[in-house]
């Protein structure tokens, strides 16, 4: 697939919004880049209030049709100022190609910037929203009729959508479909259609083909869960030997001891009921799934109003914890004592293990 780095621009008769869109990150997923043309297409002549810019990822993997070329160009992004952290090979041309049109879009925001990155999935299945776990990220994210996976981003590390949410944005992955699947464009369209509306561009009724949009997504949700949390990774390596079963869809409920996957160890089990994300089966990449459990709507009402009243400042008060940093500290006789769930609430959802046993709880900016 042969494409320019900017895919499109449309520039709005007022200031308002700036909605940035990727495509294509990842060079076997081109349904992304496919969609932001479409949607592009689609709003010619409408009176937006604000800007848009839509942006090809990867592409020379796109040319080739690869995930990537030497590294995961989605896995090479620091926060702010920009660490390049692939070098001068493939990606790292990529990189500074691409965190350049990216610095020239923002430069250009006439009002608050909004981020999506789309990409597709070696599963079939539905399209989702997954974000980092701020006020910001969320309250855009229940705008749209799709499952949303809190805490899936904090499991990963230099991703894009974690760079420009550091950089102000509010920022959004899209996972659409399954990669050759034909629907998977046409829903990351529709979630265009739909986002430019969430962030303020237009009005839905301005939008041609809001409704059905609107409509297409909300079905594909089905019966999923609104919200879905991500307890755990199950990272693979070159030498596992991992075959995940076959079957699963992108997000799949699964039953306890359910078998999952396969690897030089043994069998890998569902350790409760839950939901399998993001099934990896495809040959590159070096995430094997994800293990996640729904959130109910009081749950997630709850923690947004408990961050608004910053009552995480009172977490250093509770016995054994502490600052760490801009995270936490759980000292090692009492890492056990807390549950999860509290800090989860506040979103600390990354948790490093020290030497000393003790834990180490980090998180995506309160805002």
Known sequence: MRVDRTIGRLRGVAPGPML???????????????????????????ALRGDVVALAGNLRALHLG?????????????????RLTAGDDAEGLEQRELGGALDEALAAARGPAYFIDLHTTSAAGVP??????????????????????LGLE?????????????????ALACEGGQHQDPESARNMEALLLVALAAAGLAKPAAVPGWAEAWTRLKRGRGSLPRIIEVRFRHGVAAGDRFVMEPGFANVARVRLGQLLARDRHGDIRAPSDGLVLLPLYQAQGEDGFFFGREVGALAHDAAVVARRLHLDALLPLLP?????GAGLGLAPDVAERYPMGLFRMFGYRRIV???????ILRRRAPG
């Not at 894009?160 to 509010?170: F, N, P, T, Y």
């Open 66 to 82: 690869r995930r990537y070329q030497v590294r995961d160009l989605n896995r090479q992004w620091a926060a702010p100022p920009l």
């Open 353 to 359: 293990a020290e030497g000393d046993g003790s834990l």
């Open 320 to 324: 054994g914890v502490r600052r760490a």
């Open 128 to 149: 989702f929203a997954m974000l980092g776990d701020t006020l910001r990220n969320r309250a855009f994210a229940r705008r749209l009729p799709l499952p949303v996976i």
């Open 20 to 46: 940035i869109v990727v495509g294509g990150v990842h060079g076997n997923e081109p349904a992304g880049v496919r969609a932001a043309e479409g949607a592009l297409a689609r709003l010619a002549g409408v």
């Open 154 to 170: 904090e499991q990963l590390d230099g991703t894009l959508a974690e760079h420009m949410s550091a950089r102000g944005c509010v």
